[in-house]
């Protein structure tokens, strides 16, 4: 069942670019932007991260963390991090079970996987979530969303 708006963020335990251990716990207490993407090192993927980076003082400014989701491995996820200087957590999700737990769509014809956008509040309720293999407006999008409740 795919996360709706209202649905509180549900606990998961995953592996950060660095190999350690992500326990969304970790994140109560502070608004969060969890986006999906298909791959790393592809060129709408990349686009998106780094604008992700290139906003994530303003995402910080607000009180939000960042996380991208994909199924790369940590090693990818640690090489991409170092090319684009990416300053937040990526999640290596290599079996999908995330990917399952927020009911992640696929695109054409189940071949890709999607790319949506969610945003929880600092209490953990969904407050928007943006679907579109468009990677250009998943970050104005997320900080519209996350001004509209300070």
Same mark, same amino acid.
Not at 55 to 76: K, M, N, P, R
């Given at each position: 069942m795919a996360i709706? !708006?209202?649905? &509180?963020?549900?606990h998961?335990?995953?592996?950060? +670019? %660095? =190999? *350690?251990?992500f326990?969304? $716990?970790? #994140?109560?207490? &502070?608004p ?6 298909? &791959? %790393?090192n592809?060129?709408?993927c990349?686009t998106q991260?780094?604008?992700?980076? %290139? ?7 607000l009180g939000?963390?960042?996380i991208?989701?994909s199924? %790369?491995?940590? #090693?990818s996820?640690? $090489?991409? +991090?170092? @090319?684009f200087?990416?300053?937040? #957590?990526?999640? *290596?999700?290599a $079996?999908?079970?995330?990917? &399952? ?8 014809f189940?071949?890709i996987?999607g ?6 509040d600092a209490? =953990? @309720?969904?407050?928007?979530i943006f679907?579109?293999?468009?990677? @250009?407006n998943? !970050?104005?999008n997320?900080?519209?969303?996350? +001004?509209?409740? @300070?």
């Amino acid at each position: 069942m795919a996360i709706q !708006i209202g649905d &509180k963020l549900p606990h998961f335990i995953a592996v950060k +670019q %660095d =190999g *350690s251990t992500f326990d969304s $716990n970790s #994140i109560q207490n &502070k608004p969060v932007v969890i986006y999906f993407y298909p &791959k %790393d090192n592809t060129p709408g993927c990349t686009t998106q991260a780094c604008s992700f980076r %290139d906003a994530y003082q303003d995402f910080q400014d607000l009180g939000a963390e960042v996380i991208g989701v994909s199924g %790369d491995s940590v #090693i990818s996820h640690q $090489n991409f +991090q170092q @090319k684009f200087k990416l300053p937040f #957590i990526l999640l *290596s999700d290599a $079996n999908r079970e995330l990917r &399952k737990l927020f009911g992640v769509p696929t695109a054409l014809f189940g071949l890709i996987p999607g790319r949506v956008t969610y945003v929880f509040d600092a209490y =953990g @309720k969904c407050i928007y979530i943006f679907d579109s293999m468009k990677a @250009k407006n998943h !970050i104005a999008n997320a900080l519209i969303t996350l +001004q509209s409740i @300070k």
